[in-house]
């Protein structure tokens, strides 16, 4: 089946509605599992602390972790303490699962819009004849722009943060240092350059050679997702091993000697990846579409 193609190309505030929908709703549907696999990614710096066996031990571990103490405020009120000794009774606390969610919860409005609109933008130039004969460069380049420009300007400082608060508890004493932020960028940059280029280009190869019957945004959209983890995913594990130990410290030493003896360990949490990335994608996809298709209809942006 050859891809359908819109009739023009939609304007910038319509991508950037879409890019704000699909990156919500991707990132509450899936965020557990980020958290998982950072926590897998990062333990091959400690070889003495806290160890996984695997993704199932390590969502067991997190889940019996104790709900934190009310505040000073709250500790009077009596709703408010039953209410936090009822949930302890359960033996289960699905909290540290969403732990540091509210800043990537905000920054995928901003994450997806920028990809999207970026790569639709991109696409809808003139790239010249070089680009006739194999339209998937046009596509690949288009997606490795986007994706470099979202990696250097949003995602690297997100994730910086994001990671030491998973990992760490907090927020560690250099964030004080503005610039140390967007410590990780050369490899979050070459993550999300070559991973956004094969996802669109997953997308494209995915709408010429699915059935009939499965062809529609959330496989597509599903597809990618495991084109972009397949590329991403070794980058991804040395960047959080880069972003959550100290510069020049013994952790980092340690996670330098693992992988120069073990290059495998940068495919820590693959499973987790995959789990992830599938329906990930495929709900971002499914949403950013549905959502440029109502915004246009109805004529709104």
Request: proline share 6%; with cysteine; net charge positive.
């Amino acid at each position: 089946m050859s891809p359908s193609h819109p009739p023009s190309r939609p304007s910038i505030a319509s991508t950037i509605f879409a890019g704000s929908v699909s990156g919500m709703l991707s990132t509450v549907a899936v965020y557990p599992l980020d958290v998982v696999r950072t926590h897998l990614q990062s333990q091959i710096m400690n070889t003495q602390g806290k160890m996984y066996a695997g993704a199932g031990d390590c969502v067991r571990s997190l889940i019996k972790t104790p709900y934190p103490r009310l505040p000073r405020w709250a500790e009077g009120r009596s709703a408010l303490v039953f209410v936090r000794g009822a949930l302890n009774s359960t033996g289960v606390n699905f909290l540290p699962l969403y732990k540091g969610l509210l800043l990537p919860l905000g920054a995928q409005v901003i994450y997806k819009s920028t990809i999207f609109t970026v790569h639709t933008n991109l696409m809808g130039l003139d790239w010249g004849k070089w680009t006739e004969r194999s339209p998937l460069l046009k596509t690949s380049a288009a997606g490795t722009t986007a994706g470099a420009v979202n990696a250097l300007v949003w995602v690297t400082p997100v994730e910086f943060v994001r990671n030491n608060q998973i990992v760490h508890g907090g927020y560690r004493s250099f964030l004080r240092n503005f610039a140390g932020m967007w410590r990780g960028a050369g490899l979050t940059v070459a993550r999300d350059s070559l991973g956004c280029a094969s996802f669109f280009v997953t997308i494209d190869l995915a709408k010429q050679h699915l059935p009939e019957s499965i062809n529609c945004p959330l496989t597509h959209g599903m597809c990618a997702g495991l084109g972009f983890w397949a590329v991403a995913l070794p980058f991804d594990t040395v960047k959080t091993l880069q972003q959550t130990s100290e510069k020049g410290g013994d952790a980092q030493a340690r996670w330098m000697q693992r992988l120069a003896n073990q290059p495998t360990l940068v495919w820590r949490g693959w499973q987790v990846a995959v789990m992830r990335g599938l329906p990930g994608a495929g709900i971002t996809l499914w949403s950013y579409t549905a959502a440029l298709d109502w915004i246009q209809n109805k004529k709104f942006l």
